[in-house]
């Protein structure tokens, strides 16, 4: 029988494997910051403190709640958490270029301001670019047109920080991470579908050069899905365009599979 070739007898297996590591490192990092966000967020607050000033008649953090439309009543404090995980994760990623997760992170936090603002506004799941456009064409800024060109403008900013040199490859990576991030909104529309289009692009990313950053976001989409899937939580534009332009970021980091920097 043949012996079985090793790793370093296969050209590319060592960096994939190296990427692999790299992923659930940066996988575990994203859900424990996801987890633990999660929990501070919704910790009962101390009558006499600070954090009490939120849950007053006048100011209520009952803004952060919104109905579905099957009735259940969710929170939507699994965005900030979720933000938190994937930029806490990015940031200390493993085998991953400063360029990369300093690009993850500036996509995922300006997006998910921009998202923030939507939720804030009242709004629960999107209405759809329609009527977006529709509205547009009356005159009327929506807030969905505010949060997509933000979003729009986070990902510009972050396909310059990945320097593929070319002004037509920056605008192609800020036209990725946008798009992704838009569409991680538009699909999130019932319990878990913005995580599940995370973990279903993000997945074969875990071999790339980004794998670690990547991996960030599959973790804290996974750590908070069952809260998700149990609407007892939602993640709200702010969560579910995080989670897409951090998907997006990695994608159009390149070169795939390319040896990571030690």
Do not use: K
Not at 37 to 48: D, F, T, V
Request: net charge positive; hydrophobic share 50%; charged share 15%.
């Amino acid at each position: 029988m043949a012996p079985i070739p090793s790793a370093h007898r296969i050209p590319g297996l060592r960096e994939r494997l190296r990427a692999a590591r790299a992923g659930l490192a940066g996988a575990a990092l994203g859900a424990a910051g996801a987890r633990i966000a999660y929990r501070i967020l919704r910790r009962p607050p101390q009558r006499g403190t600070v954090d009490d000033v939120f849950r007053t008649a006048e100011h209520t953090r009952d803004v952060w709640y919104r109905t579905t439309p099957r009735g259940e009543n969710v929170t939507l404090l699994e965005g900030p958490a979720l933000a938190f995980g994937v930029c806490a994760g990015a940031a200390l990623a493993p085998r991953t270029p400063r360029s990369v997760r300093a690009a993850v992170v500036l996509a995922a936090a300006g997006s998910a301001a921009f998202g923030a603002y939507g939720d804030l506004s009242g709004g629960f799941g999107g209405r759809g670019a329609a009527a977006h456009i529709a509205a547009l064409a009356r005159g009327r800024i929506t807030t969905g047109a505010v949060q997509a060109a933000g979003t729009g403008a986070a990902g510009l900013a972050a396909g310059a920080v990945l320097g593929r040199g070319a002004t037509a490859g920056a605008l192609a990576d800020g036209a990725l991470i946008a798009g992704a991030a838009n569409l991680a909104h538009l699909l999130d529309t019932g319990p878990g579908r913005a995580a599940r289009f995370a973990l279903l692009a993000g997945a074969p990313l875990l071999c790339g050069r980004a794998a670690g950053v990547a991996g960030a976001a599959l973790g804290a989409a996974a750590a908070l899905l069952p809260e998700d899937l149990a609407e007892r939580a939602a993640p709200g534009g702010l969560g579910a365009r995080a989670l897409g332009a951090a998907v997006g970021t990695a994608a159009a980091a390149p070169p795939p599979c390319a040896p990571s920097p030690r």
